[in-house]
């Protein structure tokens, strides 16, 4: 046999598709199978494929680098628990490995850290530089993009280091170009998904944003540019974004100083959790502080609006009145009908509110109306002169007392009061309930208004 069909042979042999044995599940995969990886990061990273996609000159290899110190030394990461601390490996190919260890440097200077973690952080945090070889981790073999050699070498190289994260620094630099966009980032997810099978880590590749889902800020898991398949093959997906300073105000109440950048970490895709919301980050130099998010301005509106019927509610049910949604709806309340309807909703999933039977509604029979946990069922004294106005449970007529009479025309617009002067036994602001005054009968209740 000639070189070159013993060459031939030994390339056929290199392709040949393995199928695995088809084999019963046995009682020791039933008893011990896990439905998640190995958490690294909580809610953040977990021993499997991840895409960390942000725009040009966001700064998200040197966020890596500082995510990189936290994990080598188990701190807490934007708050967020280390549950598999270890070694971290870099590999790069655009940065160079002195200008990465450098910004570790400034990193490790900016978080203080002692000479003892610095010293576990040089050795547990590894910057392997292959810019400029054409190191690989995908080739095309028979127009079809598969993992290429560079897979075992990274492999073979990991067995003294054990990382338990493998960032992967650009993407683009290690496939096979975006002339086949789809393929090409497949052909990188199946070389990642090999990586976490022999080295049990998470597989992290920064990617690049899009233009114009950069310049949109979108942070959805195909923020990246190319195609879908990266993130479709992925089970992490962060997208970081700048934010202007009216934007960093409004997320976290506080102002950005001259030298200080606001960045959001957004998490579109997690397989292995639920849903988590996004991390806040302030960055000045080469420090980077975790900052909680205040409660939206819209949160706060929804809240606030809530509130306001409530009082409204426990208001009317001293005067004996009853509300249904429809009677709230037609009252002179300082809310829009969709703001009404909302704070209704919100009380109700709250708990702050619930449906009752309406008492004594006479011949046309019970109803139901809105009552406020925080009143008891009470009924303020009627007369026969009070005025009555009717409204419709269903077709019923239902007769209720009407508001007082407010003869200013421009407060006529506004709600009865929202704290009244008056004591009904409901509880005040600190949860304590209020004595009964002079002992009355619950059935009358004298109103200072």
């Given amino acids: 046999m000639n070189e070159a069909r013993a060459l031939q042979i ?56 500082f995510e990189a110190i936290h994990i080598a030394l188990g701190l807490p990461l934007y708050g967020l628990t280390i549950h598999k601390p270890g070694a971290v490996l870099i590999v790069t190919a655009e940065d160079s490995r002195e200008m990465l260890v450098a910004r570790m440097r400034s990193i490790a200077q900016a978080m203080k850290l002692s000479s003892s973690d610095i010293h576990k952080v040089m050795q547990k945090v590894v910057i392997v530089d292959v810019s400029g070889n054409s190191f690989k981790l995908t080739e095309v073999r028979g127009d079809v993009v598969k993992p290429s050699d560079g897979i075992d070498q990274i492999i073979e190289a990991c067995q003294a280091i054990k990382p338990v994260l493998l960032i992967i620094d650009p993407a683009v630099s290690f496939g096979v170009g975006e002339s ?20 049990n880590c998470c597989v992290q590749y920064i990617h690049h944003s899009g233009k114009q889902n950069a310049r949109d800020k ?94 409204f509610l426990i208001f009317e049910l001293s005067q004996g009145r009853y509300h249904s949604k429809n009677t709230i709806e037609s009252q002179i309340i300082n809310l829009k009908r969709g703001e009404r309807r909302a704070a209704i909703d919100l009380l109700i999933a709250s708990q702050r509110i619930e449906s009752r039977d309406v008492p004594n509604i006479g011949k046309n029979g019970r109803r139901t109306y809105l009552h406020p946990i925080a009143s008891p069922s009470v009924t303020a004294n009627r007369t026969e002169n009070t005025p009555e106005t ?16 407010i003869e200013n025309s421009s407060a006529a617009k506004r709600p009865p009061p929202i704290e009244p002067s008056f004591s009904c036994g409901s509880p005040n602001n600190d949860g304590e309930a209020t004595a009964n005054p002079a002992n009355r009968s619950i059935d009358y209740i004298e109103v200072e208004l």
């Fill in 218 to 311: 979108a942070v959805d898991q195909y923020a990246g540019r190319g195609g879908s398949a990266f993130s479709d093959g992925a089970r992490m997906v962060h997208v970081l974004q700048s934010l202007t300073p009216d934007e960093w105000r409004d997320e976290t109440g506080t102002e950005l100083e001259k030298n200080e950048t606001g960045l959001r970490l957004a998490r579109p895709k997690m397989s292995y959790c639920a849903p988590v919301g996004d991390i806040l980050i302030l960055r000045s130099g080469y420090h980077f502080q975790h900052v909680e998010r205040r409660t939206t301005s819209k949160q706060a509106k929804a809240e606030g609006a809530a509130n306001q019927l409530e009082q």
């Fill in 10 to 65: 030994l390339d056929a042999s290199a392709n040949r598709q393995i199928f695995p044995q088809p084999v019963a599940i046995t009682q020791a995969e039933w008893e011990t199978a896990r439905s998640t990886p190995d958490c690294i990061v909580q809610d953040l990273l977990y021993a499997d494929v991840a895409v960390f996609i942000a725009p040009g000159g966001k700064g998200k290899t040197t966020l890596k680098l």
């Fill in 180 to 199: 086949r966009v789809n393929d090409a980032e497949q052909g990188l997810v199946e070389a990642a998904r090999r990586l976490r099978r022999a080295l």
């Fill in 390 to 405: 009717e409204d419709s449970f269903a077709g019923e007529k239902v007769v209720f007392a009407s508001p007082p009479l």
